[in-house]
């Protein structure tokens, strides 16, 4: 049989699970109150960076415009890059390749003309139009001139403008760049020298000098707006780094009565970079609200000119607006953290003296 239990050790195992409950409850209380405690403390950290951001006013205000034009340049850069890759794109959708033949060519030679270029995979789609219907085509479009309305109401000279006006094939391609196979077709098949008008050579490269421009553009947009997004972000971290040092500088005599009854680094060093983030915040929200404005403003304009804008309409005019405002005021704020730990890195981990 074992060993009967004796009265101390009932005694002893009993103070042991006693002194293990006060233990667990003590950690439970002492879990409770550093989650209390560290809420309390983020909520000062928030409050002493409000009032420092508005107790420094006037730095506040010129960090916050400096970043604000920061912001605003990376966006006019995105945008002016949407844009003319966008109408550049568009341009290469609209482009084609066309084809001048003699007037007077038949419809099943332009046809037969037709099914030979199909052979091409570039060929996207392929038009036709007769003398007859240049010629109704013309007509349509000058509606409008009278004088000219006028002149064609007469059948002979209607007869002698439709024997002057070439047929044409227009060739919609995939790659406008690449259209070798056309012209291997056009300049070596019979059927196509005997047919094309010699006074009127295909258009291989019509536009293509315009696209190239747009394309050109569109590149030293977007080169000249991340150089210019790159110096003000320079700019904005060495204003918002003044505002922070000079902020430190006069709460020199706060800090250290801070360090000497025992404050930690978190609640040392939080109103600084709180005071950062809200210049990135209101600078976010204030430079996608110009942009946004400017777009409105201008957004007709450049319609008007066949300029493509429908990549930026379709976030203008979408709930994607707020997603552009969230990365505004991320960029900000990141702007600032960075600004905000290179100031506290160089002036908070030195001993500030009385």
């Avoid at 003309?113 to 007509?139: A, C, G, H, Q, W």
């Avoid at 930026?312 to 953290?337: F, N, R, T």
Wanted: proline share 2%; aromatic share 6%.
């Amino acid at each position: 049989m074992g060993k009967e239990e004796t009265s101390e050790e009932r005694l002893a195992k009993n103070r042991a699970k006693k002194q293990i409950k006060t233990t667990k409850k003590n950690l439970r209380t002492m879990s409770r109150n550093g989650r209390s405690h560290r809420a309390r403390s983020a909520a000062r950290v928030m409050k002493y960076g409000a009032v420092s951001f508005a107790r420094n006013i006037w730095l506040s205000i010129a960090s916050t415009l400096v970043m604000t034009i920061t912001i605003l340049i990376i966006l006019v850069t995105f945008m002016a890059s949407a844009v003319l890759s966008s109408t550049a794109q568009t341009l290469r959708e609209k482009i084609d390749v066309t084809i001048f033949l003699k007037p007077g060519t038949s419809t099943q030679v332009l046809a037969e003309m037709s099914e030979e270029l199909k052979k091409d995979p570039n060929v996207r789609s392929i038009s036709t139009s007769t003398s007859e219907e240049v010629y109704d085509k013309f007509i349509a479009e000058n509606q409008d001139d009278e004088v000219l309305m006028k002149a064609v109401s007469d059948e002979e000279m209607r007869q002698l403008m439709i024997e002057a006006m070439q047929a044409t094939i227009r060739i919609k391609v995939h790659d406008i760049d690449n259209t070798e196979g056309i012209e291997n077709i056009v300049e070596n098949s019979k059927l196509f020298t005997d047919n094309i008008d010699p006074a009127y050579p295909p258009t291989y490269d019509s536009n293509r000098n315009e696209i190239d421009t747009i394309n050109t553009w569109a590149d030293i947009a977007n080169k000249t707006g991340w150089v210019l997004s790159a110096i003000f972000v320079v700019i904005s971290i060495l204003v918002i780094f003044n505002t922070i040092r000079m902020a430190i500088f006069s709460r020199r005599e706060e800090i250290y009565m801070m360090r000497l009854v025992g404050a930690d680094k978190f609640f040392t060093r939080g109103p600084f970079i709180v005071e950062s983030q809200i210049s990135g915040v209101l600078a976010g929200l204030i430079a996608t609200t110009l942009a946004y404005v400017g777009y409105r403003l201008i957004a007709p304009g450049l319609k008007s000119y066949g300029i493509d804008i429908s990549k930026i309409s379709d976030i203008a005019e979408s709930q994607k607006l707020v997603v552009v405002y969230i990365c505004a005021c991320l960029i900000g704020m990141l702007i600032g953290a960075l600004s905000a730990q290179l100031a506290i890195k160089k002036y908070l981990t030195r001993k500030v003296k009385k």
